[in-house]
């Protein structure tokens, strides 16, 4: 088995009730505006979820399995490159949990199971924080932010 990376915690909170965060964890609307992907799923234990590209060419990006899910508080996630879904130990796994803090959440996104200096690891270290930006400045304000936050080492 690869050497594993620690695991990649990131938190963050958003002036919504949790039901409005799952939502926008889960709808295909809102992570095409927020994402670029369509997140594709029946979203229930078992399933099999894909990261499908928005732009009309229907590229799956990543796949994976509902491992866990209680909406609107918690979901885990197998999470793979397609060419890798056959490879189990090349498999990771992301658990999203939703608290309610006052009025609002505090979303907690662990991605475990990362094989130390991959791509997948590379990657997702910036992407996570740019993707939960962006998905917090769509729910908060109504908009998204300007493409450069992409741009990440």
Do not use: C
Request: hydrophobic share 40%; proline share 7%; no cysteine.
């Amino acid at each position: 088995m690869p050497e594993r990376a620690p695991d990649f915690v990131y938190v963050i909170y958003v002036a919504a009730e949790p039901a409005t965060v799952w939502n926008a964890l889960i709808d295909r609307k809102l992570t095409q505006a927020y994402w670029g992907h369509f997140n594709v799923s029946d979203w229930k234990r078992g399933s099999r979820w894909e990261h499908v590209r928005s732009d009309g060419g229907g590229a799956v990006d990543l796949v994976g399995r509902v491992l866990e899910i209680d909406p609107p508080r918690r979901m885990t996630l197998s999470w793979a490159w397609p060419k890798d879904e056959a490879d189990a130990d090349l498999h990771t796994k992301v658990t999203f949990e939703i608290e309610l803090v006052g009025p609002q959440s505090r979303l907690t996104v662990t991605h475990s199971d990362l094989v130390a200096g991959s791509d997948m690891d590379r990657g997702i270290r910036g992407g996570w924080p740019a993707v939960l930006s962006n998905m917090k400045s769509l729910i908060e304000a109504g908009r998204v932010m300007t493409p450069e936050i992409w741009a990440h080492p």
